[in-house]
Nanobody, 127 residues
Framework: QVQLVESGGGLVQAGASLRLSCAASTYTFSNYAMAWFRQAPGKEREFVTA????????GYAGSVQGRFSISRDNANNTVYLQMNSLKPEDTAVYYC????????????????????WGQGTQVTVSS
């Protein structure tokens, strides 16, 4: 069982930056590929970005490519999401997720591939 706790959300103006953190309670954090998903009101949860077990491979949704950056610190069981140039359409609840990763360099982008989920943190971007 892996517990994930997100933090760092808040209310910002368009163009601002935020950094989200996700702390994992597991002794085997490096065995999990990680990702961030988001869900806006009335919409389905969507993929934002993912990172491989090793941290050497990443993937991004087209809507955040070039603005968001995912990273991980395996020594401290934490994954980060750096969000720059935020837009009102980035407003959503952001969820951290963990997937058992059998291949160290593989990135997983589908919801069903993720076994563990955090409770989410709200990000609101005003225009």
């Amino acid at each position: 069982q892996v517990q994930l706790v997100e933090s760092g959300g808040g209310l910002v103006q368009a163009g601002a930056s935020l950094r989200l953190s996700c702390a994992a309670s597991t002794y085997t954090f490096s065995n999990y590929a990680m990702a961030w998903f988001r869900q806006a009101p009335g919409k389905e949860r969507e993929f934002v970005t993912a990172i491989s077990r090793s941290g050497g491979s990443t993937g991004y949704a087209g809507s955040v490519q070039g603005r968001f950056s995912i990273s991980r610190d395996n020594a401290n069981n934490t994954v980060y999401l750096q969000m720059n140039s935020l837009k009102p359409e980035d407003t959503a609840v952001y969820y951290c997720a963990a997937a058992p990763g059998y291949t160290p360099s593989r990135v997983y982008t589908r919801r069903y591939e993720y076994r563990y989920w955090g409770q989410g943190t709200q990000v609101t971007v005003s225009s």
